[in-house]
């Protein structure tokens, strides 16, 4: 009996922690704390290293953590760093809203106007009347030459805004084509 005893303990003792792996949820939680601590300080480039340790010390990281990475790289300017981590947010949770503009915003700054209207489409799903959504589609729809589909955007921005006079203009001019 002793020795049964003896080696459940040393099995959990010795043996059980190298199968709970290197880093505990504690770990992850600190380099999260630590990420938001850097953020607030606007310390970006410390910020990022710190989500991305999370990241490293999670099993599963969650959109959550890749969708602050993409967004922070987003601000630092690096935009095919913003949309890796965007992809990757975007995958464990497909209407994640901070992925999206950031895909979003990536796809219209590289003038890539026809992937951008798919995930503005998915963001309108969600917000309808996200005005920031709309005028993006409205200038992905105009950039593609879709008149029709820019009408009627421009129609659903009056909607929730009837004051904008530069889409009733645009409107117009449309109207007279």
């Known amino acids: 009996m002793k020795i049964t005893i003896v080696f459940i303990t040393a099995f959990f003792l010795f043996v059980a922690p190298l199968y709970a792996g290197p880093f505990s949820d504690t770990d992850a939680l600190t380099a999260f704390s630590m990420g938001y601590y850097y953020l607030y300080n606007n310390e970006f480039s410390m910020a990022i290293?710190?989500?991305e340790l999370c990241a490293r010390y999670l099993k599963e990281p969650s959109s959550l953590v890749y969708s602050i990475i993409a967004d922070i790289y987003s601000i630092e300017g690096e935009q095919d760093k913003a949309a890796e981590y965007a992809r990757k947010a975007l995958e464990?949770?497909?209407?994640?809203e901070t992925s999206l503009q950031v895909i979003t915003a990536v796809l219209i700054r590289n003038?890539?106007?026809k992937d951008a209207v798919v995930y503005l489409e998915k963001m309108l799903e969600k917000q309808p009347d996200n005005l920031q959504a709309l005028f993006f589609l409205a200038e992905s729809y105009s950039e593609l030459n879709n008149d029709e589909k820019l009408i009627k955007i421009y129609e659903k921005i009056l909607q929730y805004r009837p004051s904008f006079i530069d889409v009733r203009l645009n409107l117009a001019y449309l109207y007279t084509k």
Do not use: E, H, R
């Open 92 to 96: 464990l949770d497909p209407g994640n």
């Open 111 to 113: 003038n890539n106007y």
């Open 49 to 51: 290293q710190q989500f």
